[in-house]
């Protein structure tokens, strides 16, 4: 499997380059297979420094299907990253449905309640615990993923310090969340953008993969790239690390519905 499937676009207002520009490298490198996800727009004028304008949807998904039949040597996927925030599920559920995604990434970069603007990567809580805060965002990701609106957990732990692995301090709380996106038939997002992060790994902390094999998870592999070059970035390096777990398979979507591959089969 050689798919990016967590690629942004400049109608995010923090990204650079045309669409073009990212296919292109895509090609380069020899993907098969990439996902434009770029940031959905939110109700109440939430975040809209960081995100198209709702209006802009619409061409945004036109220009993917024209990008594809512009190259037909690689798969493009319509594809939206999808922020999970309590009080915007309906608008979500409207707003998914108007188009004909085929797959949908959920993140949590907002949790409510946090203050300046509930950022989920400016949090002061001198009161509370790291284990309290890792806490309080998984049981964001868990309501996420339990609402059915979304396919792919992206970067699950984002909110991780450098000090402990959410892993090491939430066991509990990732296996129930591996276990509701389980039930709701998603997978998780191997994202690489941490690398070029001062927390420099990959979302979600390579200890979870047992885990996420152990559960018959599938998995995706993102770059979450905001710049053409970072298209499939580390992604050879990242099936060294998989193929220790054989039995671990990538998804793919079309439509919104999954289907699993073994990581030994190549796509032609
Ligand atoms: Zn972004
Ligand atoms: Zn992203």
């Known amino acids: 499997m050689n798919a990016d499937y967590h690629i942004h676009t400049k109608l995010c207002k923090h990204a650079r380059g045309?669409?073009?520009e990212y296919v292109e490298q895509a090609l380069r490198i020899g993907l098969k297979e990439i996902a434009f996800t770029d940031h959905i727009p939110l109700p109440d004028n939430f975040d809209t420094a960081h995100r198209m304008a709702y209006h802009e949807?619409?061409?945004?998904?036109?220009?993917?299907?024209?990008?594809?039949?512009?190259?037909?040597?690689?798969?493009?996927?319509?594809?939206?990253?999808?922020?999970?925030?309590?009080g915007f599920e309906d608008y979500l559920y409207q707003t998914l449905n108007r188009?004909?995604?085929?797959?949908?990434?959920?993140?949590?970069?907002?949790?409510?309640?946090w203050g300046k603007s509930n950022w989920a990567f400016s949090y002061y809580f001198p009161d509370k615990s790291l284990k309290q805060i890792y806490s309080e965002y998984l049981q964001a990701v868990k309501r996420g993923i339990n609402t059915g609106l979304f396919n792919i957990v992206g970067h699950l732990d984002l909110i991780k310090s450098e000090d402990y692995s959410v892993l090491e301090l939430n066991e509990n709380e990732v296996k129930d969340i591996?276990?509701?996106a389980k039930e709701q038939n998603m997978a998780v997002e191997l994202n690489t953008s941490g690398l070029c992060k001062s927390i420099n790994e990959i979302y979600p902390?390579?200890?979870?993969?047992?885990?996420?094999?152990?559960?018959?998870?599938p998995i995706t592999f993102g770059s979450d790239a905001h710049q053409p070059e970072r298209v499939g970035f580390y992604f050879n390096e990242l099936r060294e690390d998989i193929a220790v777990y054989?039995?671990?398979?990538?998804?793919?979507?079309?439509?919104?519905?999954?289907?699993?591959?073994?990581?030994n089969k190549i796509i032609c």
């Open 18 to 20: 045309e669409m073009e």
């Open 57 to 86: 949807l619409e061409g945004y998904v036109n220009k993917i299907q024209q990008l594809q039949k512009s190259y037909p040597d690689i798969i493009i996927k319509t594809g939206i990253e999808a922020d999970f925030y309590d």
């Open 99 to 113: 188009f004909q995604f085929d797959l949908v990434i959920m993140a949590v970069h907002f949790v409510k309640g």
């Open 178 to 180: 591996l276990q509701a």
């Open 205 to 217: 902390n390579l200890n979870m993969l047992p885990m996420i094999a152990e559960k018959d998870l």
């Open 246 to 263: 054989p039995s671990l398979k990538y998804a793919r979507f079309e439509n919104r519905q999954i289907n699993t591959i073994l990581q």
